[in-house]
């Protein structure tokens, strides 16, 4: 594993306090969602290892072909893969991080410790149907990664660049449930973890986008103060 300083960066050159913050929840929950319309507003570089992986599979690197077969199965991808990767991107990183779908076990999360000093967890609370429902329903954008769903949206192009959507490869109802058991077995133990350290706030994800929105951008707002 990559050697590093740790990135506690609480304040920028402005003076303004920064956060670093980790978006919990299972797959379909909406952390990317989130991530998306909150980063600008608080300066937060957007941390997503499942965007990077996905990356790393369309770039067809070596780690993104050894990444598929876990991904495309609804399993994790092993840690000593995913922390190298983590803290590779990090070294370009200033603080100010959101990480979305990291850490996503207990040894991700004490890995992370070394890494990153981290200002508060939100987690996304949504039940398995909804999940299930919402990922079955995701497109996203095949050049800029923009999220979809046909719950909403029945074009067939990207709003923004005119690219094709497309199904993601796990996004299929078997491998939604399995990555939801993974969830629950392997993840969901960190809400506990950041829980008994004082870092845990959760906000009901089942909210229309817009009130989810309102309540981490509250949240934020608090935590900067
Ligand atoms: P996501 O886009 O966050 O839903 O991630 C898609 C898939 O990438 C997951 O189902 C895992 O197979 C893999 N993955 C993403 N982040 C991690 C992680 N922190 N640890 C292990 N596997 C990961």
Redesign the pocket.
């Known amino acids: 594993m990559q050697e590093m300083a740790p990135n506690t960066g609480l304040y920028n050159p402005e003076g303004e306090q920064e956060m670093n913050v980790i978006f919990l929840g299972p797959?379909g929950a909406g952390?990317?969602t989130v991530a998306a319309v909150v980063k600008e507003e608080f300066s937060l570089e957007h941390i997503?290892?499942?965007?990077m992986?996905?990356s790393e599979i369309k770039a067809g690197t070596a780690l993104g072909l050894s990444?598929k077969e876990?991904?495309d199965a609804?399993?994790?991808?092993p840690?000593s893969v995913?922390i190298d990767m983590v803290a590779g991107r990090l070294a370009q990183a200033h603080a100010g991080l959101l990480f979305?779908?990291?850490?996503?076990?207990v040894e991700?999360a004490v890995a992370l410790e070394g890494i990153a000093d981290i200002d508060v967890v939100v987690e996304l609370d949504v039940p398995e149907d909804v999940v299930v429902e919402r990922i079955c329903s995701r497109r996203v954008c095949a050049e800029c990664g923009k999220v979809y769903s046909t719950l909403t949206y029945d074009g067939e192009t990207c709003e923004g660049c005119g690219a094709p959507l497309v199904v993601r490869a796990?996004d299929c109802e078997v491998t939604a449930r399995k990555?939801f058991t993974?969830y629950k077995e392997e993840t969901e133990p960190l809400s506990t973890y950041y829980e008994s350290r004082g870092l845990l706030k959760k906000v009901d994800g089942t909210l229309p986008m817009e009130e989810v929105r309102a309540n981490v951008v509250a949240l934020f707002k608090e935590i900067a103060k």
Not at 100 to 105: E, H, I, L, M, N
């Open positions: 797959p952390k990317g997503s290892t499942g965007d992986l996905r990444a876990f991904i609804g399993k994790l991808v840690t995913i979305d779908g990291f850490p996503r076990t991700q796990d990555r993974v």
